[in-house]
């Protein structure tokens, strides 16, 4: 399974736009974005059991997004996490107040522009 566009990655190297690592690092977080926040729309269509747009019966519902940033090895991205009118909905890849992914531990927060030491 891959998820990375090789067609378009091809064009644009050889189109010059695609040049440098830290555009392949923020490919990389533009992936990890994207699965992260697809991964959390099923999550919690599996916990609502019915798809998005659906209409149910069923007592609980979709409630708009939590933003955050998340910190990970690639670097600082902002995710949308979706909510359940209920607040039962506990996301598991992106855990509810959780802002560093699993695997980053040895990412270090930038330091505060304020922090003179």
Avoid at 30 to 54: D, F, M, P, R
Avoid at 112 to 117: E, K, L
């Amino acid at each position: 399974m891959s998820i990375l566009n090789t067609e378009e990655l091809k064009k644009q190297i050889r189109e010059g736009t695609f040049t440098s690592l830290d555009d392949v690092t923020n490919e990389f977080k533009n992936i990890l974005k994207e699965v992260i926040q697809t991964a959390s729309e099923e999550e919690l269509t599996s916990h609502l059991g019915y798809n998005k747009h659906q209409t149910s019966d069923k007592p609980n519902n979709r409630n708009g997004y939590n933003n955050k940033t998340i910190n990970s090895k690639y670097g600082q991205f902002d995710v949308s996490i979706p909510r359940d009118r209920k607040s039962t909905f506990e996301p598991q890849l992106v855990k509810k107040r959780e802002v560093l992914l699993d695997g980053s531990e040895d990412y270090t927060t930038p330091k505060s522009q304020d922090n003179f030491f």
